[in-house]
């Protein structure tokens, strides 16, 4: 298993450190998707705030994608938390 920062993760898909993000983004982006649909059925048009989360969840699952394919990043402690320490 690689820790070293910048070297991709060994790691099953779903273990890695981005893998929850983007769960939750796709999540994010199935909710307020069947939101807007159910208020485009109801007569109201396009042009409704629940696209901010939908927005949300792609950010949040673009990140996530990232960061499960690249693995740790340079401030990725492996204990936890964030090393801004110099090595």
């Known amino acids: 298993m ?20 983007m769960i939750t983004g796709v999540i994010l982006i199935i909710v307020f998707g069947l939101f807007i ?5 109801s007569g109201e048009s396009l042009a ?7 927005l949300l969840g792609l950010g949040m699952a673009g990140y996530g994608l990232y ?5 740790p990043g340079m401030l990725d402690n492996p204990r936890g938390g964030t090393n801004n320490e110099p090595m």
């Not at 993760?9 to 893998?19: E, L, V």
């Not at 409704?48 to 939908?54: E, L």
């Open 67 to 71: 960061r499960a394919l690249k693995g």
């Open 2 to 21: 690689s820790t070293q920062p910048g070297e991709p993760s060994k790691k099953p898909f779903f273990q890695r450190r981005g893998a929850p993000l």
């Open 37 to 41: 649909m159910a208020d485009r059925q």
């Open 48 to 54: 409704s705030p629940m696209w901010i989360g939908v």
